[in-house]
């Protein structure tokens, strides 16, 4: 295909960053060979792609994966890289950095292009004086990855405030637009995760609200608590977006280059979600292993099904903060990410994932999965 001119774009003057949170006047619209892919990624990990691709708009993005597909060449999607494991072998294909720009404010009706760095449209729409999206703050990455896996923190996921999603559908050749209800959105899931090679996303829009300046009510307790109000109480946006923002820095869940521990794709194992029969039986064994009085973190996810803290369950198993001796380690501040200590491989990661996976299921008899996508490798 012709490489893809460097340009402008419907908006106008570049934004100051990209999706990485990098400078955009360092994005250059370019095809590479035998391109290396750890530097986009927060685990800085993985191997070269055989050619790499930067679009910076919604028809460069479209005819990079048309020509990809008519030519049978496989195609790795990188938006921010903060929710990728590719392995160190590479990636013998096409890769798309998506760094389109786009940051669309009518009323409470917001639209993003794929490419908008997602935390700092947050912090834009808290600006404007609008509630939805406020306790997201902090999550790294682009917003077109967020409905990939309906990212969620401290109480809101964007499936409360995505009302479509347009996409370019790789088994029609079309763009389409998707309802909130045919993304199928579910916990950390949606029919993006289910069809993981038909969709790449254009734009998202949501629909905020305009409560006077205030959040919308405020659902999880430790930032109820942290804030100094009740669960449900409503508080100014700016005090919710800003006190996520501290509750997860302290959790080395904010990227800071500097900070290992923010070398990682945040959680790194979703929460298990277990039957009632399953569950049963695991608090069973919880109890006969950590003694009778023992309650693990129990939450309702929908008709006979209980959600328990993949976190917990690694730390009872023995992994604690900090855990591990070789370059790969648990985070020193939260057993739920996996971090790069700076000299780590993707083999070095996956020895500790496969190492804990296997010492929680000995301990507890639950399968932890991973919540970040893999490329070219396996847990
Ligand atoms: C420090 C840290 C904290 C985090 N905290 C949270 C959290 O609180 N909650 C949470 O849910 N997640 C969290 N994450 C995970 C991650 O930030 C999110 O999943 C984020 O949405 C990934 O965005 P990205 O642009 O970096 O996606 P990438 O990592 O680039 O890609 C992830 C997947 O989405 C696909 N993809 C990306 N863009 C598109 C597109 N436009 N169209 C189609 N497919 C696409 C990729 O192909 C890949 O399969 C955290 C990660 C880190 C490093």
Redesign the pocket.
Known sequence: MTPPARGTNEDGPWPRRD??GTDRTLVHVQELHDAPLAP????RLGGPAARLVTATTDAE?VAAVRAADESGTPL?????????VIGDRGFDGTALR?ATTGFHLDGTRLELA??EN?SDAVARTVEAGLAGIEC?A?????????P???????GQ?VRDTITEVV?YDRTTGETVTLTAAECAFRY?HST??DQ?DR????RVRFALEDAGGLSAPIKYPETARALGVEAGDRVPAAAARETVLRL?AGK????DPADHD?W????FFHNPILTDEAYAAFLARVQDRLGPDTAPPAYPAGEGRTKTSAAWLIDRAGFTKGYGTGPARISTKHTL?LTNRGEATTEDLLTLAREVVAGVHAAFGVTLVN???T?GVSI
């Open positions: 999706a990485r986009l990624t927060t685990f993005v790795l999607v990188i938006g921010g890289g903060s929710n990728l998506i794929a490419g997602w997201l902090g999550i790294p990455g682009s917003a077109g990855a967020t990939i896996q309906n990212v969620g923190a401290y996921e996409a950390r993006f995760k993981p969709y790449v996303v254009l997860r080395g869940m904010v990227l923010t990682s794709a945040g959680s990410a919540e970040p996508v490329v």
